[in-house]
């Protein structure tokens, strides 16, 4: 074997090891962290460690196990995490009965023949006809939010014939090249323009700006294939657009015979109240895409769910889009028990309660610290905190941080700060978000 696969062997079976154990000793702790820091300024990105330093009051937290509503840094400090992944663990961390239906599918079998029909793919696609809205009938599976995008987009334009699209600034729909057109950041855009040709970006929010921009569609001869946007808008800063946009935006869909695709990757699977979001509005969208939480926070998988019309292409030519790895047998599995759980433990309604209880307590703290805190907004367990400025929004995440709770603030944006957690939060950690966040409130009311 020659030098340096002997060497890799080496190193494969140290990591092993590791990843057998239960617990580490100090050394092997300190030793992680070092590894960790060292692997990622040599061979993954440099930039991620300026990055952690500026957001995080100790950059070399490198996490190590989680389960609930927590996760553990390698040293064992325990974190309550308001993040979430971004909105990936609606069921909480590695919960059982999700683990269990991985573990029990993957002494069966793992991935697919590619070949022959697979079970569960048929299953999880009859549960997800069931549980969406309206008419929505057939599923694809992808392995994340930035495919279901890209899937309802090619199905936008095989079904309409048509390939404008109008979507809406602040919205983020994924970053391969398709969804990002949709997205519309220009950090994320700029460097990799040009894009996918006919998208028109317009404010969210404004109904009359989607009527506008689909009048100007049509008598340009540009018709619109699809006007695609988030319920809520995530990534744009928790953005709850006025009760009668969706149901505005859906009838000028239908009057313009443009498909509505309603991109629920982080809004679906209970995080703002209802199973999905769409469900507050009584609004049935042509195209539903979801990921993020669909794999119960254990497996990678997402969809983008249809009526029946749109798939007529793809019944005469079934292979016309394809993927190898979507919709495998662990990660149906996994997409099953979530459902299981979120249905057999009422997450959605939970989400709502602790929602109200979660944003009432908040608003109370902004009201008591307007000179930090602007605005308290959202939808479920789907939160945004407006601070005063950057600086303050990234002092209070860092103050967050270092009393145990992770939030999503950086350093590009912190003005406002999300706060996504489990649904499974118990009111006791939802009480020690609270009581952390009034602290760090105390802390950066004091420096200024
Ligand atoms: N759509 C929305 C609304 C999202 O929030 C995200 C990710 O944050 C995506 C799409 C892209 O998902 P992924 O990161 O899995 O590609």
Same mark, same amino acid.
């Given at each position: 074997?020659?030098?340096?696969?002997?060497?890799?062997?080496?190193?494969?079976?140290?990591?092993?090891?590791?990843?057998?154990?239960?617990?580490?000793?100090?050394?092997?702790?300190?030793?992680?962290?070092? =590894?960790?820091?060292? @692997?990622?300024?040599?061979?993954?990105?440099?930039?991620?460690?300026?990055?952690?330093?500026?957001?995080?009051?100790?950059?070399?937290?490198?996490?190590?196990?989680?389960?609930?509503?927590?996760?553990?840094?390698?040293?064992?400090?325990?974190f309550?995490?308001?993040?979430?992944?971004?909105?990936?663990? @609606?069921?909480?961390?590695?919960?059982?009965?999700?683990?269990?239906?991985?573990?029990? $599918? !993957?002494?069966?079998?793992?991935l697919?023949?590619?070949e022959l029909?697979?079970?569960?793919?048929?299953?999880?696609?009859?549960?997800?006809?069931?549980?969406?809205?309206?008419?929505?009938?057939?599923?694809?599976f992808? @392995?994340?939010?930035?495919?279901?995008?890209?899937?309802?987009?090619?199905?936008?334009?095989m079904?309409?014939?048509?390939?404008?699209?109008?979507?809406?600034?602040?919205?983020?729909?994924?970053?391969?090249?398709?969804?990002?057109?949709?997205?519309a950041?220009?950090?994320?855009?700029?460097?990799?323009?040009?894009?996918?040709?006919?998208f028109?970006?317009?404010?969210?929010?404004?109904?009359?700006a989607?009527?506008?921009?689909?009048?100007?569609?049509?008598?340009?001869?540009?018709?619109?294939?699809?006007?695609?946007?988030?319920?809520?808008?995530?990534?744009?800063?928790?953005?709850?657009?006025?009760?009668?946009?969706?149901?505005?935006?859906?009838?000028?869909?239908? $009057?313009?015979?443009?498909?509505?695709?309603?991109?629920?990757?982080?809004t679906?699977?209970?995080?703002?109240?209802?199973?999905?979001?769409?469900?507050?509005? @009584?609004?049935?969208?042509?195209?539903?895409?979801?990921?993020?939480?669909?794999?119960?926070?254990?497996?990678?998988?997402?969809?983008?769910?249809?009526?029946?019309?749109?798939?007529?292409k793809?019944?005469?030519?079934?292979?016309?889009?394809?993927t190898?790895?979507?919709?495998?047998?662990v990660?149906?599995?996994?997409?099953?028990?979530n459902?299981?759980?979120? !249905?057999?433990?009422?997450?959605?309604?939970?989400?709502? =309660?602790?929602?109200?209880y979660?944003?009432?307590? !908040?608003?109370?703290?902004?009201?008591?610290?307007? $000179?930090?805190?602007?605005?308290?907004?959202?939808?479920?367990?789907?939160?945004?905190?407006?601070?005063?400025?950057?600086?303050?929004?990234?002092?209070?995440?860092?103050?967050?941080?270092?009393?145990?709770?992770?939030v999503?603030?950086?350093?590009?944006n912190?003005?406002?700060?999300?706060?996504?957690?489990?649904?499974?939060?118990?009111?006791?950690?939802?009480?020690?978000?609270?009581?952390?966040?009034?602290?760090?409130?105390?802390?950066?009311?004091?420096?200024?």
């Open positions: 074997m020659s030098d340096k696969y002997s060497k890799a062997l080496e190193h494969a079976r140290y990591v092993l090891d590791l990843i057998a154990r239960e617990e580490l000793d100090d050394a092997q702790r300190k030793q992680v962290v070092e =590894e960790t820091v060292s @692997n990622f300024r040599e061979h993954v990105n440099p930039g991620f460690l300026e990055y952690r330093k500026s957001v995080s009051t100790d950059y070399t937290s490198v996490e190590w196990k989680d389960g609930g509503s927590t996760f553990t840094d390698v040293w064992g400090k325990e309550i995490d308001c993040l979430g992944g971004f909105g990936i663990y @609606n069921v909480g961390h590695r919960n059982p009965k999700v683990l269990e239906a991985v573990f029990n $599918q !993957l002494r069966r079998q793992a697919h023949s590619q029909l697979d079970p569960l793919r048929g299953y999880l696609a009859h549960l997800l006809a069931l549980i969406t809205p309206g008419d929505l009938k057939y599923a694809f992808v @392995n994340s939010g930035t495919e279901s995008i890209e899937g309802a987009l090619k199905f936008a334009r079904a309409t014939g048509r390939w404008h699209f109008v979507a809406t600034t602040g919205g983020f729909h994924g970053k391969s090249l398709g969804s990002l057109s949709a997205t950041k220009g950090v994320f855009r700029k460097p990799f323009q040009p894009l996918l040709p006919g028109t970006h317009i404010p969210f929010g404004d109904a009359d989607v009527a506008k921009a689909l009048e100007a569609a049509k008598f340009l001869g540009q018709d619109v294939a699809a006007v695609i946007l988030e319920p809520i808008q995530g990534e744009g800063g928790i953005i709850v657009p006025p009760d009668d946009y969706l149901p505005k935006v859906r009838d000028l869909c239908s $009057q313009y015979g443009a498909l509505l695709i309603l991109d629920e990757v982080q679906g699977m209970g995080r703002t109240g209802k199973m999905f979001c769409c469900e507050h509005y @009584n609004v049935v969208p042509d195209i539903l895409c979801l990921a993020k939480a669909f794999g119960g926070g254990v497996m990678p998988i997402g969809t983008f769910v249809s009526r029946a019309e749109i798939w007529e793809l019944i005469e030519n079934p292979i016309l889009h394809s190898t790895f979507g919709g495998n047998p990660c149906c599995a996994a997409a099953i028990a459902i299981n759980v979120l !249905l057999e433990e009422k997450l959605p309604e939970r989400a709502a =309660e602790s929602g109200a979660l944003m009432g307590a !908040l608003k109370d703290l902004a009201a008591r610290y307007p $000179q930090v805190m602007l605005e308290v907004r959202g939808k479920g367990l789907m939160i945004g905190m407006e601070f005063v400025n950057n600086d303050i929004g990234y002092a209070v995440a860092k103050g967050l941080f270092a009393r145990g709770v992770l999503a603030g950086t350093y590009i912190s003005k406002t700060i999300r706060i996504e957690p489990p649904l499974t939060i118990s009111r006791e950690q939802m009480d020690a978000v609270i009581q952390r966040m009034e602290d760090t409130l105390v802390e950066v009311a004091a420096t200024l």
